[in-house]
C-alpha cells in the first residue's frame, strides 16, 4: 500500500494556546510537519510535551508554504472551512498526501488562504446550540479521519494510554526561511498585532521574550 502523509499548515491563527494543541493533535494522528506561516515563534502551552516530537518548518508567506508543499510533497492543500462546494470530511474525498489548512478562530479562512487551497471539507455538526467548532477540535476530527483513509496504524497501547516514544534530541535550526528586510518588517507588524491579541508571550516592547526562542529548539535537521 502507498504510505501517505499529512501536513498542518497554520496562518494566522489568533489564540495563543492553540498552536501547542494542535501541535498535540498532531503528534496523536501522525502528522509529518507542522508549518508555521509569518512569525516563527509560539506559545506552545496545551502541548504537553508532544511539541518535541513532531517536526516544524517555517515559512515567511503562503506562497512559499504551498511551492513547498505541492512541489517537494506533491500535497493537495485541503481548507478545513464550512464552504460552498466542501465535502463533508466523512466522506473522506482525500487523493493522495494532504495539508490540512485551517482558518482564524474568528473570521475563518482569508481571500489568500482560499487561493491556495486545492478544496475544502466541513464538519457535518447534529446540533444546534453552535455555529462552528474551535479550531483544535476541527483540526483533530480532520486529522482523524484522514488517518483513517490513509490506513495509518494504530499506536501501540499500554492499560489505558497510549505509549510515547522516547523524546527526540534536539537538532539544529535547518527549517527556518531566511528573513528578508520585507519579511522582518511583516514579522514586526504580526509580532505586535498577535501581542495585542495575546497569541505570543510578549515583554511588553513587541520584542518576544521567553518564547522568542521556543521554536528554534524544536526545528529539526532532515
Known sequence: MVGFESYVLVHNIAKRHNVGTLARSATAFGVTELILVGRRDFNAFGSHGSASHIRFRHFHSLVEARNYLKEEKDCDICGVEIADGASAVNEHPFKRNTAFLLGNEGSGLSAKEYEICDFFVYIPQYGCGTASLNVTVAASIVL???GVWAGFSERVRDGSKFIVADRPVRQGRRNFCAGTEESIIEERKLRKESAENGF?????NGNG???????DGLFLDE
Open 144 to 146: 482523524h479521519h484522514f
Open 200 to 204: 505570543f508571550d510578549d515583554d511588553g
Open 209 to 215: 521574550s521567553s518564547s522568542s526562542d521556543l521554536l
